[in-house]
């Protein structure tokens, strides 16, 4: 009767260690399979390129504009600006904005102009065009002299931009794909030229753990413990 129950704990021991080993190689093939969805995915985000995010549009109104692009799920390396800074990077974007030229500026007729007693006219001139504030005096003398141009000032907006990370449901193989948008003012065009972020910041589903939540030795090594110690009590009579 002890011999069955020995026979019996032996068996459960290996089963249970045969049991371990092929949940391993399923999960390497799920991790494989989750690794060329991600690597698919990072494909398209790749060969994205920046675009006006349109569904905005009517939110935001014309002195605005929001422009998004996918973003690359790597793990990010950290570089000297990291390593100064003492923190882990996380999402990594480039942008570049584009400050409309100031062109064909006309001012109103109606400035005032005054002359003094040499005979040259004078007029302070003040120009506003968003972003643009531009102020200068002006100084005519009479010929053969030269017109004297006095820069006061040529002003720019701050240009205010807000970054949105954002995440996508999962695809058809669990991947969320990973989008950032900017919004910025309608006179600085932007280009988000590339992007980059952890893939743990969108949990995609395919690339969570599963299986059992116990740690990778414990399955193993209880039935190895098992079947051994079953092994020598079955030797020994």
């Given at each position: 009767?002890k011999?069955?129950?020995?026979k019996?704990?032996?068996?459960i021991g290996i089963?249970?260690?045969?049991?371990?080993?092929h949940?391993?190689?399923m999960?390497?093939?799920v991790?494989r399979?989750?690794?060329a969805?991600?690597a698919?995915?990072n494909?398209?985000?790749?060969?994205d390129?920046?675009r006006?995010?349109s569904?905005?549009?009517?939110?935001?109104?014309d002195?605005m504009?929001?422009?998004e692009?996918?973003?690359?799920q790597?793990?990010?390396k950290a570089d000297?600006?990291?390593?100064?800074?003492?923190?882990e990077?996380?999402l990594?974007a480039n942008?570049e904005?584009r400050v409309r030229e100031l062109?064909n500026?006309?001012?109103?007729?109606?400035?005032?102009?005054?002359?003094?007693s040499g005979?040259?006219?004078?007029?302070?001139?003040d120009?506003?065009?968003v972003?643009?504030t531009v102020?200068?005096?002006?100084?005519?003398p009479?010929?053969p002299?030269?017109a004297l141009w006095?820069?006061?000032k040529?002003?720019?907006?701050?240009?205010?931009?807000e970054?949105?990370?954002g995440c996508?449901?999962?695809?058809?193989h669990?991947?969320?794909?990973?989008t950032?948008?900017?919004?910025?003012?309608e006179?600085?065009p932007?280009d988000?030229?590339?992007?980059t972020?952890?893939?743990?910041l969108c949990?995609?589903?395919a690339?969570q753990?599963s299986?059992w939540k116990?740690p990778?030795?414990t399955?193993?090594t209880t039935?190895?413990?098992v079947?051994?110690?079953t092994?020598l009590?079955l030797?020994?009579?």
């Open positions: 009767m011999g069955s129950l020995f019996t704990l032996a068996m089963v249970i260690v045969a049991l371990y080993y949940n391993c190689s999960g390497r093939v991790h399979a989750a690794q969805a991600l698919k995915s494909l398209e985000a790749e060969q390129s920046t006006i995010a569904a905005t549009q009517e939110i935001l109104g002195s504009r929001a422009v692009r996918r973003a690359v790597e793990e990010q000297s600006i990291d390593l100064a800074l003492r923190r990077r996380l990594k942008l904005a062109t500026v006309v001012v109103a007729s109606d400035v005032p102009v005054t002359v003094d005979d040259v006219r004078k007029a302070s001139l120009y506003r065009k972003p643009w102020q200068l005096d002006v100084a005519l009479p010929p002299q030269v006095t820069i006061n040529i002003g720019i907006d701050p240009l205010r931009l970054v949105r990370p996508g449901p999962p695809d058809e669990g991947i969320r794909p990973a950032v948008a900017v919004i910025g003012p006179w600085a932007i988000i030229t590339r992007v972020q952890s893939a743990e949990q995609s589903p690339l753990p299986g116990v990778g030795w399955l193993p039935g190895i413990i079947a051994v110690v092994l009590v030797g020994f009579r």
